[in-house]
């Protein structure tokens, strides 16, 4: 199973991005999704997840402005970012894990900077 996150880039504060990350080696309704950010000097926190049964969380820093979706069709899950804060700025990572077996799987990070 392998993860590739895309979508980061530079945005102004107030504005709007979304990450996608798509499965490939998996079936992306079988596997709870997450998205982390980690930010220099920071541990990594969860920002949003997505249950195979499509039920959602978010961190409350982020709860209001990000949406956590899945396409199954297309094996992704999406962040759609919106009101962003110069302190979202992060490298932000998914990470996939198996609703039975719970093995997870990372993807590699996608840059996000936010200029105030």
């Known amino acids: 199973v392998q993860l590739q996150a895309f979508g980061g880039g530079l945005v102004q504060a107030g504005g709007s991005l979304r990450l996608s990350c798509r499965i490939s080696g998996g079936i992306i309704g079988l596997y709870h999704m997450d998205w982390y950010r980690q930010a220099p000097g920071n541990e990594r926190e969860l920002v949003a997840s997505i249950t195979s049964t499509s039920t959602t969380d978010y961190s409350d820093s982020v709860k209001g402005r990000f949406t956590i979706s899945r396409d199954d069709i297309r094996n992704t899950v999406h962040l759609q970012m919106s009101s962003l804060k110069p302190e979202d700025a992060a490298v932000y990572y998914c990470?996939?894990?198996?609703?039975?077996?719970?093995?997870?799987?990372w993807g590699e990070g996608t840059q996000v900077t936010v200029s105030s």
């Open positions: 990470k996939a894990t198996h609703s039975a077996t719970r093995a997870n799987y």
